[in-house]
């Protein structure tokens, strides 16, 4: 049965418990085996296949030497190739029969069939007049006689993101946009002395910008932003709502210049950020210290405090608005949060991004969200000067 899921592979318990289908992470080894000589053709030899297609004039069996060119590389999907290839699993068995009856496979909307035996894998190619769901759920069926373990494959043009202007033809999952990148093993096929040309086989996604999409696996509970002018009382929220988290950041008046030691009352802490002088207000009367820096002469700015709180999911909002009132804040918002499936790869502003964890990524999302959901996120990313770390997302607004 053909294979056509995610491109990563996610838990298995998250799967089972939320019903989620992942794209199937597509890789081929090419070390320590040869396909050929495996036991994966029984019975199998090359004159016993139909060298032509009488109906295209296509060449119905290709062998060649797949050599690869170096480590996993970038690569931009151009466009489709109008074609669909079937991938048998490594150690499925396949008698010489079947391979001469996928040959001849011939459902609506195929053209052609090819046979390409490699010294490291096997595909049938088939050619299309034109790739969609029903040409391919056609194809599907007509093979599934035939071989029960394989992955049905598109067919695109593709060259490098970074490097020489290579034509390539990539192998990759169904219905890939143009425009969009994918990292892929490169090989050249040679006979003999001769290229054929380039193949490249997909193995994972590439986002590119800071924008990205991602597949909800989990949600975990409430995200709870707000603000304060006085000071807020955390232990109030704690003491409620069992299992969540706060953190605040006191209000700040913001000075233009320098200021002396503020020896009011009150915890006040002092702090130097370029030409400006803030002045933290742990504990104590915001307005006071706005007083004192008047007094001085100079310009100010107050920046009120915030809180970010973290609730479990069968908390009810109006409640929590309540308690966070009764602890000081408002300006309250809620959005849930959980994690997501992301592209372990990310290029942005031309630069690569690390996702230190693709199938367990922190995603902020709005309160409607449920596992499954295919949402936009943008990305907080730490910048290290030549390497940018994902730390979490947050779901862009539609449109």
């Known amino acids: 049965m053909a294979k056509k899921g995610s491109r990563r592979r996610v838990q298995d318990d998250v799967k089972e418990k939320k019903g989620i289908k992942p794209r199937q992470k597509f ?8 396909m050929l000589v495996s036991g994966l053709y029984v019975g199998l030899n090359p004159t016993d296949v139909p060298q032509s297609d009488n109906s295209s004039g296509v060449p119905s069996f290709v062998q060649y030497d797949a050599v690869p060119l170096g480590n996993e590389t970038v690569l931009r999907v151009e466009g489709k190739s109008n074609a669909y290839v079937v991938f048998p699993k490594f150690g499925s068995t396949l008698q010489q029969q079947d391979a001469v009856s996928l040959l001849q496979v011939r459902p609506a909307g195929v053209l052609g069939a090819t046979m390409e035996v490699s010294d490291s894998f096997v595909l049938f190619r088939y050619a299309v007049n034109g790739t969609g769901r029903d040409v391919r759920d056609a194809l599907d069926r007509s093979v599934r006689g035939f071989i029960r373990d394989y992955t049905l494959l598109e067919e695109y043009k593709a060259s490098y993101f970074r490097g020489p202007q290579t034509a390539l033809t990539l ?3 169904v219905d890939l946009s143009s425009g969009s990148l994918v990292k892929a093993l490169v090989l050249q096929k040679m006979s003999g002395s001769d290229s054929l040309g380039f193949i490249a086989l997909e193995r994972s996604a590439v986002a590119e910008g800071r924008v990205i999409p991602a597949v909800i696996l989990n949600v975990s509970g409430f995200r709870v932003q707000g603000d304060f002018e006085g000071s807020f009382n955390a232990s109030v929220v704690g003491g409620v709502f069992p299992g969540s988290s706060v953190d605040s950041q006191p209000p700040r008046v913001v000075v233009d210049g320098s200021v002396p030691p503020y020896f009011g009352e009150g915890n006040v802490s002092l702090s130097k950020f370029g030409n400006s002088s803030v002045l933290s207000v742990y504990k104590g009367d915001v307005s006071a210290v706005e007083l004192w820096v008047s007094s001085l002469g100079l310009n100010y700015s107050l920046e009120r405090g915030v809180v ?14 309540r308690v966070f009132a009764s602890a000081g804040a408002g300006n ?3 959005m849930r949060y959980g994690v997501a499936d992301v592209a372990p790869e990310l290029i942005v502003d031309n630069k690569s ?8 990524f922190p995603v902020i999302m709005g309160l409607n969200r449920k596992a499954g959901d295919k949402i936009n996120v943008s990305l907080t990313l730490f910048d290290l000067g030549n390497q940018l770390i994902a730390v979490y997302g947050q779901e862009e607004p539609a449109g």
């Open 27 to 34: 890789i081929i080894f090419l070390v320590g085996f040869t």
């Open 332 to 334: 309250l918002s809620f």
């Open 308 to 321: 970010v709180a973290s609730l479990p999911l069968n908390v009810s909002i109006s409640d929590a608005e």
């Open 353 to 360: 991004a690390v996702v230190q964890s693709p199938d367990a």
């Open 171 to 173: 192998l990759g999952e």
